[in-house]
T-cell receptor, first 114, second 113 residues
């Protein structure tokens, strides 16, 4: 079982639609959670962190459910420019050396059409 | 803006060749990482370095080595390239104290024939 699992999609939605992605993680010791965005043939970039109480950044809302071990990303009023792959990322503390490690999901592809 | 620069965007090598992938960052970041990205598998960590001269194995270090002689530069070395090392390689860096955000280079698409 993958440590971080996402539905690969694609999610094809019209402009203006609301779309939501979920991501599940298997390590209950996961500390922090993030969504990264990756445009086609480009590098990933941090979209937003996910806080325990949920958080919003404009049209984007992230939620965390520790009991069920999943995080979600909701995009309201989708724009053509939202078309990208959204990567779910989980931070785990490594006992050896006190380092932490980021584990990436394989991503969910979103295609917004006119 | 942080800049993470990878030396090549596309690279074609032959099986058995020694391959060097270079990564340079200009923000004095302590931590640097090498990932490979394959369809359906996401980003997988090959090696990372928490500071100069330091290196730690990631999840898939076999067939790779790294070098961090200077803080700004983190090199990935394929000792003897094989076809299963054909992949997109992404370098990333981050500030140790603000260790949430990774900054990625634009990637090197390596093809091993």
């Amino acid at each position: 079982r993958k440590e971080v699992e996402q539905d690969p999609g694609p999610f094809n939605v019209p402009e203006g639609a609301t779309v939501a992605f979920n991501c599940t993680y298997s390590n209950s010791a996961s500390q922090s959670f993030f969504w990264y965005r990756q445009d086609c043939r480009k590098e990933p970039k941090l979209l937003m962190s996910v806080y325990s109480s949920g958080n919003e950044d404009g049209r984007f809302t992230a939620q965390l459910n520790r009991a069920s071990q999943y995080i979600s990303l909701l995009i309201r009023d989708s724009k053509l420019s939202d078309s990208a792959t959204y990567l779910c990322v989980v931070k785990i503390l490594l006992l050896a050396g006190g380092y932490n490690k980021l584990i990436f999901g394989a991503g969910t592809r979103l295609a917004v059409h006119p | 803006d942080v800049k993470v620069t990878q030396s090549s965007r596309y690279l074609v090598k032959r099986t058995g060749e020694k391959v060097f992938l270079e990564c340079v960052q200009d923000m004095d970041h302590e931590n640097m990482f090498w990932y490979r990205q394959d369809p359906g598998l996401g980003l997988r960590l090959i090696y990372f370095s928490y500071d100069v001269k330091m290196k730690e194995k990631g999840d898939i270090p076999e067939g790779y080595s790294v070098s961090r002689e200077k803080k700004e530069r983190f090199s990935l070395i394929l000792e003897s390239a094989s076809t299963n090392q054909t992949s997109m390689y992404l370098c990333a860096s981050r500030h140790a104290a603000l260790n949430e955000k990774l900054f990625f280079g634009s990637g090197t698409q390596l093809s091993v024939l």
